[in-house]
């Protein structure tokens, strides 16, 4: 499979270097297009073809990865559009605040009055590492194209269909969702540090306890409330810590930044 990536920031790169890192393409497989020589030589370092010429990149993919600003989407497409072969090739346009109707309406069909085959995708920064949780809307595309970008998204951790409706809702919780996870990790160093540890040694057991965490939500059946309840024993330390922070605000706050992003 042959994939074309236009903007190589970071989302772009990282999108880029963690397909390549799950295996499922060659850095030979890949175009990456951007602006910036800096960015293409590190690219071209590793094996991957390079261009500063979107519409040149397009050529001859089976994916075609839109992976910039929000306001430069409809000048790449216009940029890229007569080098599109909407016969065989699928666009993915990887850009927050991008609607269906947008996206339709800029690709719209070619000269044959071909459909463009195209969805919205929302990965987060962790694809670089395998472990995205990603969401793909499909605007016009068949089920066989949706399989083949669903499949590529899975190799870099989760990836999830889902409504238009529920995208802001899925981007709150997962790509910004990734800063929340950060500043709750930051804040709990933080706290290391004032009980006594060494800064890199307290980011290095916060981390490990978050990982601890997600592995036992992982398994079937768990539940947050169950795994609560399995360290909190009664008058102990747990609860008193838990319900500290609640009167601190903390699922409110939570709850309140999540909903705050959706808008």
């Not at 065989?88 to 719209?108: D, K, R």
């Not at 009980?195 to 965490?213: E, L, R, S």
């Not at 609560?228 to 309140?256: W, Y």
Request: charged share 15%; with cysteine; aromatic share 4%.
């Amino acid at each position: 499979m042959k994939i074309s990536v236009i903007g190589a920031g970071n989302m772009g790169g990282a999108t880029a270097r963690g397909l390549v890192k799950a295996g499922a393409v060659k850095p030979s497989d890949v175009t990456v297009s951007d602006i910036s020589p800096v960015v293409l030589a590190s690219f071209s370092a590793l094996g991957y073809n390079t261009t500063k010429d979107s519409a040149q990149a397009v050529k001859g993919s089976d994916v075609v990865m839109l992976v910039v600003k929000p306001w430069l989407v409809e000048e790449v497409i216009s940029v890229i559009k007569p080098e599109l072969d909407y016969s065989s090739q699928v666009i993915v346009c990887i850009a927050a605040g991008i609607t269906p109707q947008q996206l339709s309406e800029w690709l719209g069909c070619d000269a044959n009055g071909v459909v463009a085959q195209c969805m919205l995708v929302i990965p987060n920064t962790a694809i670089e590492i395998l472990q995205s949780m990603t969401f793909i809307t499909p605007v016009m595309a068949s089920p066989e194209s949706v399989e083949k970008v669903k499949s590529l998204f899975d190799s870099t951790g989760t990836s999830m269909v889902v409504n238009y409706d529920h995208m802001g809702a899925a981007t709150a919780l997962a790509s910004c969702g990734i800063a929340y996870a950060m500043r709750y990790i930051h804040a709990a160093a933080q706290g290391g540090v004032e009980m006594g540890f060494y800064p890199a040694d307290a980011v290095k057991i916060v981390c490990q306890t978050v990982q601890g965490a997600a592995g036992l939500l992982s398994q079937p059946g768990a539940h947050p409330e169950v795994e609560i309840d399995k360290v909190t024993t009664p008058g102990g330390i747990t609860i008193k810590g838990l319900n500290e922070m609640e009167h601190a605000g903390f699922t409110s706050a939570v709850i309140r930044g999540l909903k705050a992003s959706k808008k």
